[in-house]
């Protein structure tokens, strides 16, 4: 029999408030494609405390009912007992990684947390895709390979600018892949957030937030990545990603690291900070007509922040007329690197994304790379997909 070996594992007062009520069940992708309580949140939290509590081993059927879980924490977001189960979640599988290690794991924590923090290798990375882009590869590259890959933007990353005036600092968290597949997003929030009056910083020292990596299990990678970002941030007002995974993580660095709190504190995705300026008159809401956007919540948005309006918000100030891709808000199946572990699950999950989205427009918005990656990868024909404040500030651009 076992029990927990490590600091982060779940704690009793985080079980116990679980009552077992059965109310988060229809809200779990999981528990919805195969109805087994095992594979639901309930059933997932009993098995933790079975574990806890000495009754159940930390075997294979434990790590199998841990990992199959998304961590898109919808059954949080429901739960009337308000049981922390992304926290719970990520402390079961750094239970996994200390008492069941195999080398595998150890290889996988190591590439999220050194490779993708390294910006060398990330350019090199992005040089070949921009290489593969230009010499059309991606155009004969099969499926959901060849879709994924022309979605990329590998554009110039974002760069600091010069930090004139006066007014409040925000520290913008530009991401490991964000800043180089996505760069149009963070010149977006730069060139949104000077027009507003903030100073903007980029602290070279930044790195990954470490979300990929704690999801993982890997919360020792997790805590070093942690503990560079609060050094680099040191001086700012308050901290702004514009990946919702990377801001939902930031909020949660007063549990993966003690010094953590102060940073967590401030943090905010770009979403909310855009949609708070434009409410309090500093960014504008234009009266253009922009036609319909298909808008996803990302979990880390929906369900981890349960902040569903300000990018709504903000497309509406852009003159977009809102469709929601997904009332339900059923995670798309991407969820960090589940789609790599876990393919015919996430696929499936992608897919009825996709035939949710299709035909009802052109244009999907959606705020985090990973779930734009996997719907375009998903969807037949070419949509086009962007970030809402890449679409706010181009209307404002065309709005002259
Ligand atoms: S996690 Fe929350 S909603 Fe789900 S069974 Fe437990 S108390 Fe009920
Ligand atoms: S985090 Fe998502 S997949 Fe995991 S138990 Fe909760 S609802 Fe189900």
Not at 7 to 17: I, K, Q
Not at 188 to 211: D, F, H, N, S
Not at 348 to 364: K, P
Request: proline residues 5%; hydrophobic residues 40%.
């Amino acid at each position: 029999m076992t029990a927990w070996v490590t600091d982060f594992a779940p704690t009793t007062a985080e079980l116990n408030s679980c009552v077992a009520c059965g109310l988060c069940l229809p809200h779990c992708p999981t528990f919805r494609l195969t109805g087994l309580e095992s594979a639901s949140p309930r059933g997932r939290i009993a098995a933790m405390k079975g574990v806890a509590e000495g009754v159940l081993d930390l075997d294979a059927d434990f790590e199998e009912a841990m990992t199959f879980c998304l961590n898109c924490r919808a059954c949080e977001a429901v739960c009337p007992s308000m049981v922390p189960f992304g926290r719970a979640m990520e402390g079961a599988r750094a239970e996994i990684t200390a008492q069941r290690p195999t080398a595998r794991r150890r290889l996988r924590h190591l590439l999220l947390g050194r490779l993708l923090s390294n910006r060398g290798l990330v350019g090199l990375a992005t040089d070949g895709v921009r290489v593969m882009q230009r010499l059309g590869v991606s155009r004969i590259l099969p499926g959901r390979l060849g879709r994924g890959l022309r979605g990329l933007r590998p554009l110039r990353p974002v760069r600091a600018p010069a930090l004139n005036g006066s007014g409040p600092t925000i520290g913008l968290l530009v991401g490991c892949v964000m800043n180089k597949w996505f760069s149009g997003v963070n010149t977006a929030a730069v060139e949104l957030l000077t027009r507003a009056g903030y100073r903007v910083a980029i602290p070279g020292e930044q790195t990954c937030c470490g979300a990929l990596v704690v999801h993982d299990g890997g919360i020792d990678e997790g805590r070093r990545l942690a503990a560079i970002n609060i050094r680099a941030f040191d001086n700012v007002d308050r901290v702004v990603a514009t990946a919702a995974g990377c801001s939902a993580h930031l909020k949660s660095y007063g549990k993966v690291i003690s010094e953590g709190a102060q940073i967590a504190a401030g943090a905010a995705d770009i979403t909310q900070v855009i949609a708070e300026l434009i409410a309090s008159g500093k960014l504008p809401t234009l009266a253009a007509d922009s036609g319909d956007v298909v808008l996803h919540d990302p979990c880390h948005l929906r369900h981890a922040q349960r902040s569903t309006e300000p990018p709504r918000q903000i497309l509406r100030a852009a003159g977009y007329h809102v469709i929601d891709a997904d009332p339900e808000g059923l995670c798309c199946g991407a969820a960090g690197i589940y789609s790599l572990l876990r393919p015919a699950t996430s696929r499936e999950l992608g897919t009825r994304l996709a035939n949710l989205i299709d035909d009802r427009g052109e244009l999907v918005a959606t705020s985090n790379p990973g779930c734009e990656m996997q719907i375009r990868s998903h969807l037949d024909r070419g949509y086009r997909i962007a970030h809402p404040i890449e679409l706010y500030l181009e209307a404002i651009r065309s709005s002259g």
